[in-house]
């Protein structure tokens, strides 16, 4: 056990955001340590209606956890990778990045419905420029609309439109029903009647069904390594989305210990650090930071270390998905974030440069900017 007493360590409030703070305090214990989870709320969390890729310049859903941790408050901070700005105070490093999630994104639909069989038009709802982006190149045809909100609250939204027409339905045939017969003990319309068939929902689809519909939504996309987190994989239907064609947002899945650098710092990294996931999410922040498109620009960059190499694949789209700069590069293990670099440089002088500057240059003149990937834990 630790003679320094217990770790305490920084986690936002989402049931998300605890969700994984528990697995990276399971992993700790597991070795022995104590841990102590401190929730702290963001200022990502407080200004609910401010527009999420403006958030993202100054790393506001991390930054309120990280001054704990430099203030000497607390011993270190949980966060989600893909939230984190690529930039950093000197003195915090990343003490450890447990084994990665699944990556990849999830096409969400009440029925299993896929990407290709929506029909023309379909309502897809994200947050998201880069899933944005890659929905157009494939479909250029759908109208994609913002969602914010948790997890539970994206299902909510996704669920809602289709359980209130049955509701009404049921409802209605149940209230015809006992008109046309006079008896309180009626022989409900459909095989339940619609209080048995409300008893047998779950949580989730019951606030589903009180919710109020803004949008109607044929579809929405999620991060894989969210909703399985989150345990709600059993309440819809998901289509898993190629990481070839909708790579895969920089550091999607993979969770992050930061400390202020010093024997506490690795101590945790000696504990839990994966060394495959921090070989392949350096390589991804790394050429996310030299193209510096953060938040601004629709980028995906997903790396896995396949035996001496990291295969690499980036893609950079303008915001309909309308141009875009792909590539794939297999790099060096052992200078990956070298080769990374160089990597970067190269996409950057292929167009990628052009379209971050176009992306840039989108959002500084817009009234109300599209929302960049949003904490699906918020």
Known sequence: MRTRG??????????????????????LENRRYEVELVTVETTGDQIRDELIHRLGKTGAFVRELDERVLDGD?????????????????????????????????????????LAELPDGATVGTSSLRRRAQL????PDLTVEPLRGNVDTRLEKLLAPALQAEHQER???????????????????????VDDWF????????????????????????????????????????????????????GQGALAVTATDGETAREIQTAIDHPRSRVETTVERTILAE?????IAPIGIYAIVQGEFVHTS??????????????????????????????AADLADQGAAALIDTAREDADGDAEPSQEDQPEGK
Do not use: W
């Not at 360590?9 to 399971?26: D, F, M």
């Open 6 to 27: 217990t770790l305490r360590l920084a986690t936002r409030g989402s049931a998300l955001a605890r969700r994984q703070a528990a697995l990276v305090k399971e992993a």
């Open 74 to 114: 607390l011993d270190g901070a949980i966060h989600s990778m893909k939230d984190m700005p690529t930039e950093q105070p000197d003195e915090l490093v990343t003490a450890a990045i447990p084994e990665r999630g699944r990556p990849g994104d999830l096409l969400v639909t009440p029925d299993g419905t896929s």
């Open 136 to 139: 157009l190149s494939e479909r």
């Open 171 to 193: 409802s209605e045939a149940d209230k015809e029903r006992k008109a046309n017969t006079g008896d309180e003990d009626f022989e409900p319309a459909f095989e339940r009647s």
């Open 199 to 250: 008893d047998d929902l779950s949580e989730l689809e019951k606030q589903a069904l009180s919710r109020e519909v803004d949008t109607e939504y044929d579809a929405i996309v999620l991060a894989q390594a969210g909703l399985e987190r989150s345990g709600l994989t059993h309440y819809v239907d998901a289509q898993e989305l190629p990481t070839t064609t909708f790579v895969p947002a920089p």
């Open 291 to 295: 193209l510096g498109g953060g938040c």
């Open 314 to 343: 980036v893609s950079v789209f303008d915001r309909d998905g309308e141009e875009s700069v792909t590539a794939t590069r297999d790099l060096p293990i052992e200078t990956h974030a070298e080769a990374a670099r160089e990597f």
